[in-house]
């Protein structure tokens, strides 16, 4: 079953510039997580941040987490070529046993 | 280097026939996963299995079939009965350490022909 979603479905921005992804989701969670996906390629995870954390920093990226909106949004700051791809956010339901639910994606394109 | 094989890269089969893909892993991860992907949606799980010669169907997996004979291979096989199978496969797996990071193959793109 789907539960994230992520918005915008597809971003284009100048390379430079910041990027924000959004993610909301239905269920009360353990956990939310952010992967990127190159084209045609498998996923790599990039930050996880748990439900009693509002905020969490890795190197360009910043993750928060609003669990009363049950959203979630990611930014990536000073953008670059390389940051090309798809990025998914995935959330666990509390009583799922690790299983993962994925969104849609959102789709970066960075112009050099 | 620890990771994720899965073969082929790119597999095509004419209507009717079995297919059977690949997945191994050598991180000493218990728990594996099958996802299907197609353009524009996210992952829909297909079986997963926590331990060797135990699996569970996920949301997708009419038309699927698994096996987990050793730690370190979760084939899947998609049956003639699958309806649609033209999708990007992905596999992944977990460990006890960080059991929700899902660790990913590189994906086998499936073209039914």
């Known amino acids: 079953s789907q539960q994230g979603e992520e918005d915008p479905q597809a971003l284009s921005i100048q390379e430079g510039e910041n990027a924000t992804m959004n993610c909301s989701y239905k269920?009360?969670?353990?956990?939310l997580q952010w992967y990127r996906q190159n084209s045609g390629r498998g996923l790599v995870h990039l930050i996880l941040i748990r439900s009693n954390e509002r905020e969490k920093h890795s190197g360009r990226l910043r993750v928060t987490l609003d669990t009363s909106k049950k959203s979630s949004s990611l930014l990536i700051t000073a953008s670059r070529a390389a940051d090309t791809a798809s990025y998914f956010c995935a959330t666990d339901d509390k009583d799922s046993n690790y299983q993962l639910i994925w969104g849609a994606g959102t789709k970066l394109i960075i112009k050099p | 280097d620890g990771g994720i094989t899965q073969s082929p890269k790119y597999l095509f089969r004419k209507e009717g026939q079995n297919v059977t893909l690949s997945c191994e892993q050598n991180l000493n991860h218990d728990a594996m996963y099958w996802y299907r992907q197609d353009p524009g949606q996210g992952l829909r799980l297909i079986y997963y299995s926590q331990i060797v010669n135990d699996f569970q169907k996920g949301d997708i997996a009419e038309g699927y079939s698994v096996s987990r004979e050793k730690k370190e291979s979760f084939p899947l096989t998609v049956t003639s009965a699958q309806k649609n199978p033209t999708a990007f496969y992905l596999c992944?797996?977990?460990?006890?350490?960080?059991?929700?990071?899902?660790?990913f193959g590189p994906g086998t793109r499936l073209t039914v022909l």
């Open positions: 269920t009360s969670i353990n956990n």
């Open positions: 992944a797996s977990t460990g006890t350490g960080t059991p929700y990071e899902q660790f």
